[in-house]
């Protein structure tokens, strides 16, 4: 399966604005990239939208595997990977990662260098979101099975769809606060939180 895509091709130097757009639905979505913000919205039809840019030396691939999980990875010229994982500046530092409103199996995401945002995702199983020196922030998470989170160097702070009482939790906050207990039983789903020099601070809403 192969999207759209449109922009013009990098000049040497300067960044060039990109466009990905799937053609046709996917059932995931895994975003592993480092230097590079991530935020994720809902596209408000059955596709997967995604805004970045690229720079001679600094492209993506991006790809769908026969079952269906959309993956984003950063690929680089020879002698020049040195560049990824350093921030570029404003909007050229930013993906823009837009979903289907319609539960995806699963969505991943993992960076380092800068923040994480989420907003209104549902997975029918898991969501997982992995920062290392940068905050993870969300809003309104729906999951089927289980929720990840895990940050290094930053906070984790934000809103899980159902009751307290939903959820098996495992949370570990080292040189932090966190409002979860280290460990609860009794939830169908699970949430596990891990944060080393940062706050966890997680409620729980109604949808």
Do not use: W
């Amino acid at each position: 399966m192969i999207g759209l895509f449109t922009g013009c091709a990098p000049k040497e130097g300067s960044f060039e604005p990109k466009i990905y757009v799937s053609d046709g639905p996917v059932n995931g979505v895994c975003v592993d990239v480092s230097g590079r913000e991530v935020e994720v919205s809902l596209s408000g039809d059955e596709l997967v939208h995604i805004d970045y840019f690229e720079r001679s030396g600094e492209t993506y691939a991006i790809s769908v595997s026969e079952d269906g999980i959309l993956h984003m990875t950063q690929e680089s010229s020879e002698g020049l990977s040195r560049f990824f994982g350093v921030k570029s500046s404003g909007e050229q530092n930013k993906i823009s990662l837009r979903l289907p409103s319609a539960p995806l199996a699963s969505v991943e995401i993992r960076t380092a260098n800068e923040d994480i945002s989420a907003a209104g995702l549902t997975a029918a199983d898991s969501i997982s979101l992995s920062n290392n020196n940068g905050d993870i922030s969300f809003d309104k998470l729906a999951v089927g099975s289980s929720l990840r989170i895990e940050n290094k160097n930053g906070d984790i702070r934000g809103s899980v769809v159902g009751s307290y009482d939903d959820f098996s939790i495992f949370a570990e906050s080292k040189k932090g606060e966190s409002n979860l207990p280290a460990s609860k039983d009794g939830g169908a789903k699970t949430l596990h939180a891990a944060n080393n020099n940062g706050d966890i601070a997680v409620e729980f809403v109604g949808e």
